[in-house]
């Protein structure tokens, strides 16, 4: 029940899929979970229900791509609950699938703008607030798609490819800070995003489910809480000695 008892949250994309299970997660392990997102009614419906139960929750609308948004934000949430000592850097877009001849610049930058800076962003001006608590944890949601390739989705790859390695730079550079930064790597995890893929990709978007759940040695696709058991235990203490590393929760895809 008290894993992160006593720590503030930031956790981006917080409205849905992923994001929404570990705000629950980190709400329910005792943090005070601050929601950033786009998606308004889906935030302020979930801050309401965190309250309801218990929590301190309060919800923002911040586009992660947009520095002074991110800053601000962050100052207000750590002046909302005191303090700040976990990131998740959740918020993530799939971009298009199409092949890297066929893709424009803007669609290539769009992808890094939200996958890529804003992860720099949120990260940049939660340091000052990490530093001040005398040390705290960074998570970056990046994939098995920054782990290994697949022939979809090109500038998607690239920039879970960047966070992958953004997490192990800061974790080289804040540790005497005591400011830990690690990558999370899911498999496919059945959330709006995916099933948005899906129905995007391909003409049977039930037979492709089954076809990716194929790809996973366990069998089926995940679910957000298994990725979000992973993150309440990056936020806590008990991962006190993980800095710089790779969770790999992905049901064997990447065991090949
Ligand atoms: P989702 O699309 O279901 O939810 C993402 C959330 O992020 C949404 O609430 C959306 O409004 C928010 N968001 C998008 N752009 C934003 C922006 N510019 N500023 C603020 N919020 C923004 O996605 P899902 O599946 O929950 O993914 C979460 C993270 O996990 C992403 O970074 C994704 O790349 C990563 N991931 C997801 C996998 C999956 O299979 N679902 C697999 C591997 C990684």
Not at 48 to 54: D, V, Y
Not at 169 to 195: C, K, L, Q
Not at 208 to 214: G, K, Q
């Amino acid at each position: 029940m008290d894993r992160v008892k006593g720590k503030t949250c930031v956790i981006t994309g917080a409205a849905l899929g992923i994001g929404k299970a570990c705000a629950e997660r980190l709400a329910d392990e005792g943090a005070a979970v601050a929601l950033f997102d786009l998606h308004d009614a889906e935030g302020e419906a979930l801050a309401a229900a965190l309250r309801a139960r218990g929590a301190r929750a309060s919800y923002w609308h911040v586009d992660v791509a947009d520095e002074a948004a991110v800053k601000a934000a962050i100052d207000e949430a750590v002046a909302a609950f005191g303090g700040l000592h976990a990131l998740v850097n959740n918020a993530g877009i799939a971009g298009v699938n199409k092949p890297t001849h066929e893709i424009t610049e803007a669609e290539w930058d769009r992808v890094q703008a939200v996958n890529v800076k804003g992860v720099f962003f949120c990260t940049k001006h939660a340091i000052p607030h990490l530093r001040r608590a005398g040390g705290g944890s960074i998570i970056h949601l990046s994939s098995i798609y920054g782990l290994v390739g697949a022939a979809d989705s090109p500038p998607y790859h690239a920039s879970k490819g960047a966070v992958r390695l953004m997490a192990k730079t800061d974790a080289m550079i804040y540790a005497p800070d005591r400011i830990r930064v690690n990558s999370i790597h899911p498999g496919f995890i059945w959330t709006p995003m995916v099933e948005g893929h899906l129905k995007a990709s391909f003409a049977d978007p039930a037979a492709a489910r089954e076809a990716v759940a194929a790809l996973h040695p366990l069998g089926h696709l995940g679910a957000p809480d298994d990725i979000a058991w992973g993150v309440v235990y990056l936020a806590s203490d008990e991962s006190k000695f993980i800095t710089g590393s790779e969770l790999v929760i992905d049901g064997g895809y990447t065991a090949h």
